[in-house]
């Protein structure tokens, strides 16, 4: 995991991680370790959440 945090827009924990190829399939499951602790993990794309930019007419 090279860095993560809690998402108030999703209300779960994101983080980014350098994965394997053979493992980076999107929606893959996985287990990291984060402070100590393994957890439970799944590859995901991003952005994590649509972006509602607006753009202009």
Request: proline content about 9%; aromatic content about 8%.
């Amino acid at each position: 995991v090279t860095s993560g945090g809690f998402s108030p827009t999703l209300g779960a924990p994101i983080a980014m991680a350098y994965v394997a190829s053979e493992h980076a399939a999107i929606g893959t499951a996985l287990e990291v370790e984060v402070r100590g602790k393994r957890l439970a993990a799944t590859v995901s794309p991003t952005p994590f959440v649509p972006h509602r930019y607006f753009r202009g007419s």
